[in-house]
Nanobody, 122 residues
């Protein structure tokens, strides 16, 4: 199994910044994609940013120019730098990791973390 743990959530004022981190652990053979999703109260979970193994990054329109997703070189860690935060960014942020792990043989995995709360006060 592959476990995913997020950290970095906090309460900040509008216009401030936060950096979220996510670590995937286990006998990981390959990571194909890592991403950040969020779910605000009363809303569906949405994809915020994703990063593929070839380095391609994608963002939802509402965060383009403000958020940056990155992966630590050689590590199973993905970060989300969030700048110019707005009240509408308030949500629980979930990390999602997809790839291949080893358990007697190679198996696909699609793992989610428990989430970290980001609250932006206006």
């Amino acid at each position: 199994q592959v476990h995913v743990v997020e950290s970095g959530g906090d309460t900040v004022q509008a216009g401030g910044s936060l950096r979220l981190s996510c670590v995937a652990s286990g006998v990981i053979f390959r990571i194909n994609a890592m991403g950040w999703n969020r779910q605000a109260p009363g809303k569906q979970r949405e994809l915020v940013a994703s990063l593929t193994s070839d380095g391609s990054a994608n963002y939802t329109d509402s965060v383009k120019g403000r958020f940056t997703i990155s992966r630590d070189s050689g590590k199973n860690t993905v970060n989300l730098q969030m700048n110019s935060l707005k009240s509408e960014d308030t949500a629980v942020y979930y990390c999602n990791v997809k790839g291949v792990y080893y358990h007697d043989h190679l198996l696909d995995f699609n793992s989610w973390g428990q989430g970290t709360q980001v609250t932006v006060s206006s």
